[in-house]
């Protein structure tokens, strides 16, 4: 197969269009962030020496100057937050509320299909399994590991093996597994999988076909990616308690199960609290796992994957934003918890 430049002209120069209008872009606002401040800190610097020259009391910009001032650079970030936030989360929604064409109001029409067709019920199920699961597994896991290899011999190789998987893409994370659940007949097993259990005297299945298994097996994929980062984060909050505590702790006797319950969860709650929101708000928007694995198949789809499936598989316009909406309302109050959260953190 041969490529026509002719042929992908038009193509092209929409993609040379693109190049230029983000550097152009970009561009001028880096230009912009730099050259301003410079500016403004200039003509202020030449104000104070004229003023501590001549004698005369030095002037403090007034308030509402200061707050044009701030109000001029948080306006790039509030515009490409409305381009890329705002508008399509209203756009999103104004289609949830169409029929698949959008070209006729439908009410919450879209949104009674998802709770009233099957199949949706079961993404929806699948949804909460893959949020229950993930954050507490991949947490407990995490700690576990981070309590186990705190000021261990070769505490920074043990951490860095736990940690591998987090350099991987979800896809290249997928595909590897896909390989561990492989089935190949009743021949050589290609999967490490098969390949025990044939090995340990029992008959190979396809795991990935057998509902609900298939999805717990889905989760541990995300769980090993996840652990890693769950780790890290819990071991710098153990390592950032305070060693008097510690010191203190033991000299009134208390036993390591005591020190882990007393003293350690609750000097590493807020840093658990982070683990488990941001866990929870990845995994409801987990896509490239069950995409890679079983493209939603044998009962294993998710928001997100059907989310794609209904958009752009279907042709199911008003369907598809509806599932979007829907995962946008979920994560909301998470998000909102985590501000609380940080706001009491930082007034406490």
Do not use: C
Request: glycine residues 6%; without cysteine; aromatic residues 10%.
């Amino acid at each position: 197969m041969e490529f026509d430049f002719a042929d992908q002209q038009p193509k092209l120069l929409m993609l040379m269009y693109g190049l230029v209008a983000f550097v152009v872009v970009v561009g001028g606002l880096l230009l912009l962030l730099d050259v301003v401040p410079t500016w403004f800190a200039q003509r202020r610097e030449a104000q104070l020496v004229a003023a501590s020259a001549s004698g005369t009391p030095i002037t403090r910009r007034p308030k509402q100057r200061e707050g044009l001032f701030a109000l001029f650079f948080l306006l790039p970030t509030l515009l490409l937050l409305t381009i890329g936030l705002v508008v399509p989360a209203i756009r999103t929604t104004l289609l949830s509320l169409m029929n698949r064409d959008s070209t006729n109001w439908v009410g919450l029409d879209n949104y009674a299909w998802m709770f009233s067709d099957g199949s949706i019920v079961r993404v929806l199920i699948n949804s909460l399994v893959w949020v229950l699961l993930v954050p507490l597994v991949a947490t407990s896991f995490g700690l576990i590991y981070a309590v186990l290899v705190d000021k261990a011999r070769f505490e920074t190789v043990a951490k860095s093996l736990i940690f591998l998987p987090m350099a991987i893409s979800f896809v290249g994370a997928s595909i590897i597994w896909k390989f561990v659940y492989a089935y190949r007949g009743d021949g050589d097993q290609i999967g490490l999988l098969n390949h025990i259990v044939v090995s340990l005297g029992g008959e190979p299945k396809q795991w990935l076909l057998e509902s609900p298994l298939n999805t717990l097996l889905l989760i541990v994929i995300m769980v090993w990616i996840q652990a890693g980062f769950a780790m890290v984060v819990l071991s710098a909050a153990i390592k950032a308690i305070p060693g008097d505590i510690v010191e203190a702790a033991r000299l009134d006797g208390v036993s390591p199960w005591q020190m882990f319950w007393r003293i350690t969860m609750p000097s590493i709650r807020p840093a658990l609290i982070v683990v488990v929101v941001t866990l929870s708000i990845a995994t409801l928007k987990v896509f490239d796992i069950v995409r890679t694995t079983t493209n939603g198949n044998y009962d294993t789809s998710v928001i997100a994957n059907e989310m794609y499936n209904q958009a752009f598989r279907y042709g199911e316009n008003g369907q598809g934003t509806a599932l979007a909406v829907f995962l946008f309302i979920l994560v909301i109050p998470i998000v909102i918890y985590q501000i609380r959260n940080l706001r009491q953190q930082r007034e406490g």
